[in-house]
């Protein structure tokens, strides 16, 4: 009986070994707790418009997720600009302003030439730079860190919104004739023609001969007016030329009075009494 209890015990250490062990090499990996994953950050883009324009164009972007987004780039050629973000942004909505083409190492010609040649304006992706929206901290320090990621198939593409081709229809020219017609004499009777109010044929025949008459006028009336006065200052002078005469005479006559006068006093006095 003694030898039957030692055997149980044994019986049972090893099986409380063994199960030790199973439960050592099968052991459940632990699972993270939901918190954890708060610190994944993940952005939508749903729509961008308008995708084309140039550095005045506001372009809006719908989706989810751009508090995670703290600056927006255009990069074409490996040529990095930035765009402005305005500051009515949303985790839903964002609006910016692309940077001027120059920035990106091309012309408004540039554009113009791809435009006619590949039938589209100079393509640009767009650049996120992973970070905090509320505090402007940028996540990234260089373009080859992870946090800054080029969205695929996400594109602006510059165009010239000023139309730099006359796209008119050119008129049909009717052909010349052939033969010369014998001239036709055309009875036009009355010539008092009435023309539409504030047209443009009212003023080419009507308002602007009448105003070219009144200048006419006008200007014939301050012609005379001048000559007028041309006259009236040649008359005054003449006179004052005769009154300036008439003065140099009375001046003359004054100086022989008193010459006479002193030659008389000292001939009265040196001579009278001899």
Same mark, same amino acid.
């Not at 009355?190 to 009212?202: A, H, K, P, R, V």
């Given at each position: 009986?003694?030898?039957?209890?030692?055997?149980?015990?044994?019986?049972?250490?090893?099986?409380?070994?063994?199960?030790?062990?199973?439960?050592?090499?099968?052991?459940?990996?632990?699972?993270?707790?939901?918190?954890?994953?708060?610190?994944?950050?993940?952005?939508?883009?749903?729509?961008?418009?308008?995708?084309?324009?140039?550095?005045?164009?506001?372009?809006?972007?719908?989706?989810?997720?751009?508090?995670?987004?703290?600056?927006?780039?255009?990069?074409?050629?490996?040529?990095?600009?930035?765009?402005?973000?305005?500051?009515?942004?949303?985790?839903?909505?964002?609006?910016?302003?692309?940077?001027?083409?120059?920035? +990106?190492? #091309?012309?408004?010609?540039?554009?113009?030439? /791809? *435009?006619?040649?590949?039938? %589209?304006?100079?393509?640009?992706?767009? $650049?996120?730079?992973?970070?905090?929206?509320?505090?402007?901290?940028?996540?990234?320090?260089?373009?080859?860190?992870?946090?800054?990621?080029?969205?695929?198939?996400?594109?602006?593409?510059?165009?010239?919104?000023?139309?730099?081709?006359?796209?008119?229809?050119?008129?049909?020219?009717?052909?010349?004739?052939?033969?010369?017609?014998?001239?036709?004499?055309?009875?036009?009777?009355?010539?008092?023609?009435?023309?539409?109010?504030?047209?443009?044929?009212?003023?080419?025949?009507?308002?602007?001969?009448?105003?070219?008459?009144?200048?006419?006028?006008?200007?014939?009336?301050?012609?005379?007016? +001048?000559? #007028?006065?041309?006259?009236?200052?040649?008359? /005054? *002078?003449?006179?004052?030329? %005769?009154?300036?005469?008439?003065?140099? $005479?009375?001046?003359?006559?004054?100086?022989?009075?008193?010459?006479?006068?002193?030659?008389?006093?000292?001939?009265?006095?040196?001579?009278?009494?001899?």
């Amino acid at each position: 009986m003694e030898l039957y209890g030692k055997a149980l015990i044994y019986v049972v250490f090893i099986l409380i070994i063994l199960h030790a062990v199973q439960y050592l090499l099968h052991k459940p990996k632990q699972l993270s707790p939901v918190e954890s994953f708060q610190n994944i950050t993940q952005t939508y883009i749903a729509n961008i418009s308008p995708s084309e324009g140039d550095s005045s164009t506001i372009v809006k972007l719908e989706g989810n997720g751009f508090d995670f987004i703290s600056k927006i780039y255009l990069e074409h050629q490996n040529i990095y600009a930035q765009c402005i973000i305005l500051s009515n942004r949303k985790d839903n909505i964002v609006e910016f302003i692309p940077p001027p083409i120059t920035e +990106l190492g #091309k012309t408004l010609k540039d554009i113009r030439d /791809n *435009i006619i040649n590949n039938a %589209e304006g100079i393509k640009t992706n767009l $650049v996120f730079i992973r970070g905090n929206s509320k505090t402007n901290e940028d996540f990234a320090l260089n373009i080859a860190d992870k946090n800054v990621i080029k969205v695929p198939r996400l594109h602006f593409y510059y165009i010239d919104k000023i139309p730099y081709k006359n796209n008119c229809i050119k008129p049909s020219v009717a052909p010349a004739p052939t033969e010369v017609s014998e001239p036709v004499e055309l009875n036009i009777g009355n010539t008092d023609f009435e023309y539409g109010e504030n047209s443009d044929l009212e003023f080419l025949n009507k308002i602007l001969p009448e105003k070219q008459e009144k200048i006419q006028k006008l200007y014939e009336a301050i012609n005379k007016n +001048l000559d #007028k006065y041309d006259r009236l200052g040649n008359r /005054n *002078i003449k006179q004052l030329k %005769e009154f300036q005469a008439l003065e140099s $005479v009375k001046d003359m006559q004054k100086q022989f009075n008193i010459q006479r006068y002193n030659i008389h006093e000292y001939l009265n006095k040196n001579y009278r009494n001899k």
